[in-house]
């Protein structure tokens, strides 16, 4: 006897765990919108009254503005560099086979299986080691670091679209290496190389740790800085700040959705590992 199925009323469960499951996820984060919009000196809800005075002292503040400059130009270095080097990495992994291939991949992600304490306790004592340690380029190596296997796996996919035989085309007709690169392959791969930067750059943006491991106070970041609001307990400007990086989150995916879904003709579904 074949079992029967009320397909409507699985559908009907599923949606609603779905929504639940979202719920629980998002409202944590959710929550701080409405507090930092609040007219009292210390975090509480039902809110006193309105205000958008801690959106002003995150925006004009003399520590805050120090917090987004440092972020800004830590965040778009790091980016920039583990975008370098992860597209490097990720044209020479497409080239291996087998074994050789798994395991370089492997190592590339290795900074995702590191528990994030060890890397800046490692991070700070090899930066100490070179004279690095309290300055902006080693902040910024760390959090290319960070950034690095998301670039290199977002590539690694767009690289699954391309076909090899356009290189050895273009190599046919005279082209240099570089040449071919940048007129035949940079185009198909580009949406992945541009996706794996938003993700390095938001990783720079969220990270906390090892920052507090090899920054120096006057480069303090903006989680550093929303740190040390939560601890000193100075307002709800660090609820405003959050909310701020809520919105640059959304971006961020909207980008990434866009870009995957530009790419998504591009991209081959023959696995990262063969």
């Known amino acids: 006897m074949s079992e029967q199925y009320d397909l409507p009323l699985s559908k009907g469960l599923l949606g609603t765990f779905t929504a639940v499951l979202l719920v629980l996820l998002v409202a944590p984060a959710l929550i701080v919108i409405p507090i930092s919009f609040s007219a009292g000196t210390i975090m509480t809800f039902p809110l006193p009254g309105l205000s958008l005075r801690w959106y002003e002292e995150v925006l004009f503040s003399p520590a805050w503005r120090n917090a987004v400059s440092n972020t800004a130009l830590i965040g778009t270095a790091a980016a920039a560099l583990a975008t370098l080097i992860g597209t490097m990495a990720a044209i020479g992994i497409d080239r291996l086979r087998n074994t050789m291939k798994t395991a370089t991949l492997l190592l590339s992600i290795f900074p995702l299986m590191v528990p994030i304490v060890i890397a800046a306790l490692g991070g700070y004592l090899a930066l100490v080691s070179v004279g690095l340690n309290n300055t902006y380029w080693g902040a910024i190596l760390l959090h290319a670091m960070l950034g690095l296997p998301f670039v290199t796996i977002s590539v690694l996919a767009a690289l ?9 085309a273009a190599s046919s007709l005279g082209a240099k290496p570089l040449t071919i690169f940048r007129r035949v392959m940079l185009p198909i791969i580009l949406p992945g190389i541009v996706t794996g930067a938003v993700f390095a750059f938001a990783t720079s943006l969220d990270e906390v740790v090892i920052a507090s ?6 480069q303090k970041t903006i989680p550093l800085q929303m740190f040390s609001g939560i601890k000193d307990n100075t307002g709800p400007n660090v609820t405003a700040a959050a909310t701020i990086l ?3 989150s959304a971006v961020f995916l909207a980008v990434v959705e866009m870009l995957r879904r530009r790419s998504q003709r591009l991209v081959g579904s023959r696995p990262l590992w063969q």
Request: aromatic residues 16%.
């Open 246 to 248: 809520l919105l640059l």
């Open 160 to 168: 699954q679209g391309f076909d090899r035989n356009l290189w050895r």
């Open 213 to 218: 491991f090899v920054t120096a106070p006057a």
